[in-house]
């Protein structure tokens, strides 16, 4: 029962239009190859402010290039990535021609799109605490104190806080990425992407991490996820993006897309995975 409540204030707590409002992060006419091969295929997606997107669909279709992409850290042959219509990670001109962004522009939009990686990439010399406050204080976006409170703050959300001395060796996988993700939210990200980020935890400990993002979801994080968690899907996301061999074949709200698709493609995978 108390599950039922659960996810009744979940959606209560996030009732809204979706998929509309600001859009923060747009992908338009993407378009990226690996030698021969194409991964990105005419990809177009809007990300809104305040929603959950998921990205799902078979293993080798683009999910990760996509939103390696969405963070400059994957270049694009073609088309555009835009935070808040800015252009990602290159500039136009006033004759429109395009080209890169010096470093420090692309690090300041990077700082904007926080990431949370697959394996945890915590700094492994470094204390829980160490691992939040560096950034921020070395970017001199706050100082000692208060990047020490606020990481305070995070590790609590995200349920590690009487861990802070220890050393990311000392943690399981899931707390690990608990702290990553208590970490990329220390830069006070815009957006945050998570590639697969429970797909290398032990099964029992994906739970703990999906709690944390449910969390974060309640509290009006916008997120883009590429994830394998069909329920956490289901039950978080507002919008969900199906890829196949590039292509987003079809997006829409969970309902519709993960239940009542018309695409044999999704119909299969579908039954694959549940
Ligand atoms: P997914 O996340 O859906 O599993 P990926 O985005 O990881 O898919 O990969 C899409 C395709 O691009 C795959 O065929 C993969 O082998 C290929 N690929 C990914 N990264 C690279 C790379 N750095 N160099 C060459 N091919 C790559």
Do not use: C
Not at 14 to 37: M, N
């Amino acid at each position: 029962a108390e599950h039922v409540d659960e996810d009744e204030a979940l959606r209560a707590a996030r009732e809204r239009v979706p998929h509309e409002g600001d859009v923060v992060l747009r992908i338009a006419d993407l378009e990226k190859s690996f030698g021969e091969a194409k991964v990105l295929d005419e990809v177009n997606l809007d990300v809104h402010a305040g929603e959950v997107v998921a990205i799902i669909g078979p293993s080798g279709s683009g999910k990760t290039t996509l939103i390696r992409t969405m963070n400059h850290l994957e270049s694009v042959d073609d088309g555009r990535v835009e935070l808040d219509g800015e252009l990602v990670g290159y500039r136009i001109d006033g004759s429109g021609k395009v080209t890169e962004q010096p470093d420090a522009a692309v690090a300041a939009q990077r700082r904007r799109v926080g990431m949370v990686f697959q394996r945890f990439n915590l700094f492994p010399h470094m204390s829980v605490l160490d691992n939040l406050t560096l950034a921020p204080v070395s970017l001199g976006l706050m100082n000692e104190g208060e990047a020490k409170r606020e990481a305070e703050r995070l590790l609590d959300k995200v349920g590690m806080a009487a861990h802070r001395d220890k050393f990311p060796y000392q943690l399981s996988g899931g707390q690990q990425q608990r702290v990553a993700i208590a970490r990329a939210l220390a830069m006070q990200p815009e957006v945050l992407l998570f590639d697969e980020p429970t797909s290398a935890l032990d099964p029992e400990l994906v739970g703990e991490v999906l709690e944390v993002m449910t969390n974060l979801a309640r509290d009006g994080m916008t997120m883009v996820v590429v994830t394998h968690e069909m329920k956490f899907a289901r039950k978080v996301a507002d919008w969900i993006v199906f890829m196949d061999g590039g292509r987003i074949i079809d997006q829409g709200p969970p309902e519709s897309l993960l239940d009542a698709s018309s695409n044999e493609r999704i119909r299969s995978f579908m039954r694959r995975v549940t």
